[in-house]
Each structure stands twice: as C-alpha cells, then as structure tokens.
C-alpha cells in the first residue's frame, strides 16, 4: 500500500468513527416526548434546543415557570407525545418527585388520593407538613382501567402506559391480541 492509500484509509476510518461516536449523543429529531426532568446544569435555552422548541413555547406549556430553573423540575414539552390519560380518573400508581410549592393535599388532589393514603405508603414521612422539593413520594397502587377506542390496538395501549402486550393479555384473559374492540375496557395495572 503506499502513504497516499494509507492516509486515505486512516482519514476515511476518522470520519466514520466521528460520525459513530456523535450519533448517540444526538436526539433523533429534537425530540423529548411530552415532559423533560431538569438535570443538573440545564438551561432553559439547551432545554428547548435539545427538544426542538423555543424558549417562548416553554414558557407557554409551563405557566407558572419562573426566572429560575432546578435539577428534578419536571417541563412539558409542547408537542411531545400526548401523555396517558389523567391520574385520578384512572388511578395511578409509582413515584412522584416533590416540585416547589406542593404539599401531601396538593399532589393527593392531583392524583385523587387523600393525604392519609399518601402517608400510608410512604412510612418515611413522620410529618405530614414537612416534605421538600426533589423528595420522591411513592404513590399508593390501585388498578389501572383503560376503555379501548376506535383504531386502538394491545401494542399502542401498552406503549401508551408503559406495559407490554403479554402483560395486558394476562390481565385481561386476551388470547389472541387482535381480538379487542371499541368499547371494551382493559385493565392496565
């Protein structure tokens, strides 16, 4: 081989490891789905430059966004995948990260639980009036039920709620997947 084929190769390899490496550092589109958690050392303006938003359009999906940001903040993104349907109508069950302002009423009101259920399934909490912004808070477990619509189908609603197709058909005695029609309501969790 001689040093002009060398170089080539050496220079062609760089740029296809380059290429390799800044790819998974990229998000496909600027997309971030319909909500964003604050991480240490975000700004409002690489927020919207990672999502594919402007500065504006946060503001607007946020009301009640201040000067000042922090890590464990949670953003909407306008125009990100529509969320789940509402806690309360559903019910809900996981965590849920303290923001500034909340109290136990508040985030029970949000996702229709009372402040007696929140403190039963978060023994950590000796004082109802004393939480902090960032503190996780588990949310009580209750059965998730979710009516099926026109043009649903097992993958989108176990995409849309974060299950998988096997878990729905067991809770729901589905033997073959295709088989659910409008109407029909399916248990989640």
């Known amino acids: ?64 966004l201040g000067a000042y940001i922090y890590a464990g903040q949670v953003l909407n993104i306008p125009g990100g995948v529509p969320p789940a349907p509402p806690p309360p109508s559903y019910g809900y069950s996981g965590s849920y990260v303290v923001q500034y302002g909340d109290t136990l009423r508040k985030i029970g009101d949000r996702f229709g639980f009372t402040v007696w259920e929140l403190l039963s399934a978060n023994p950590q909490i000796w004082n109802p009036n004393l939480i902090y912004v960032g503190q996780v808070i588990n949310l009580p477990y209750r059965p998730v039920y979710y009516t099926v619509r026109y043009g649903d189908t097992l993958f989108k609603i176990a995409a849309r709620f974060g299950t998988t197709v096997a878990s729905l058909q067991s809770l729901n005695n589905i033997w073959n997947p295709n088989w659910i029609y409008a109407g029909q309501t399916l248990r989640i969790r």
């Open 1 to 64: 081989m001689s040093n002009k084929s060398i170089i080539r190769f050496v220079l062609l390899t760089a740029i296809l490891l380059g290429s390799f490496a800044s790819a998974g550092s990229v998000n496909a589109g600027g997309y971030c789905g319909s909500t964003y958690t604050i991480q240490w050392g975000d700004t409002l303006g690489r927020i919207a430059n990672l999502c594919g938003v402007t500065v504006d359009a946060l503001y607007a999906a946020n009301p009640g």
